[in-house]
């Protein structure tokens, strides 16, 4: 079983800062089973990147993903105040089919 | 516009039955795989269950193997979660989501609001 782990957990950063978040998988993965969600209070999640690097439709492009293998990022270039929220990594595979990571949570400084 | 729309959930004892909707609208229903993600109070996510687009193959996570069945109806677009024997543990805002593969990536890319199951005597 893969298990992803996100960190960090919380992180405090200003508007017009950088966010560099990471999610790390327990064994080598796909980089096209690997997404990212964003969820504010009270909200369902929302798709931001699947692919580990491609945006979903309506993304702005301050968001970007990379990595291969058992690391992936998530950056967003400059904090919108719209952007303070929960970030989650996603995985797809074999046992179970989707995992999750725990969340960082970026809030703001 | 898509929608995903959660109904059914509520107060049950533990040991009971619970069964959740979804209905869908907005898109061609029969042609996509669809999951229930569920998320307990001030936790993260968790995938509960998945189901290929005519209802051919099904997954569970092993925490809910053997209680849960995920069913669909494509000809109301909707979806269903069958619960039984629920625990305390099952608390949470169940999610329904649709499950799209672009490329060889399977993610969610719409959910609905949820609707929460709390379970507790």
């Known amino acids: 079983e893969i298990v992803l782990t996100q960190s960090p957990g919380t992180l405090s950063l200003s508007p017009g800062e950088r966010a560099t978040l990471s999610c790390r998988a327990s064994?080598?993965?796909?980089?096209?089973?690997l997404a990212w969600y964003q969820q504010k209070p009270g909200q369902a999640p929302r798709l931001l990147i699947y692919?580990?690097?491609s945006r979903a439709t309506g993304i702005p492009d301050r968001f970007s993903g990379s990595g291969s293998e058992t690391d992936f990022t998530l950056t967003i270039s400059r904090l919108e105040p719209e952007d303070f929220a929960v970030y989650y990594c996603?995985?797809?595979?074999?046992?179970?089919?989707?995992?999750f990571g725990p969340g960082t949570k970026v809030d703001i400084k | 516009e898509v929608q995903l729309v959660e109904s059914g959930g509520g107060l049950v004892q533990p040991g009971g039955s619970l069964r959740l909707s979804c209905a869908a609208s907005?898109?061609?229903?029969?042609?996509?795989?669809m999951s229930w993600v569920r998320q307990a109070p001030g936790k993260g996510l968790e995938w509960v269950s998945y189901?290929?687009?005519?209802?051919?193959?099904?997954h569970y996570a092993d925490s809910v193997k053997g209680r849960f069945t995920i069913s669909r109806d494509n000809a109301k677009n909707s979806l269903y979660l069958h619960m039984n024997s629920l625990r305390a543990e099952d608390t949470a805002v169940f999610h329904c989501?649709?499950?799209?593969?672009?490329?060889?990536?399977?993610?969610?890319?719409?959910w609905g609001q949820g609707t929460l199951v709390t379970v507790s005597s």
């Open positions: 907005g898109f061609t229903f029969n042609t996509y795989r």
């Open positions: 996603q995985q797809y595979g074999s046992s179970p089919l989707f995992t």
């Open positions: 189901i290929s687009s005519s209802s051919s193959t099904l």
């Open positions: 692919g580990a690097s």
């Open positions: 064994q080598s993965v796909s980089s096209i089973s």
């Open positions: 989501a649709r499950v799209n593969y672009v490329s060889g990536s399977y993610h969610f890319d719409y």
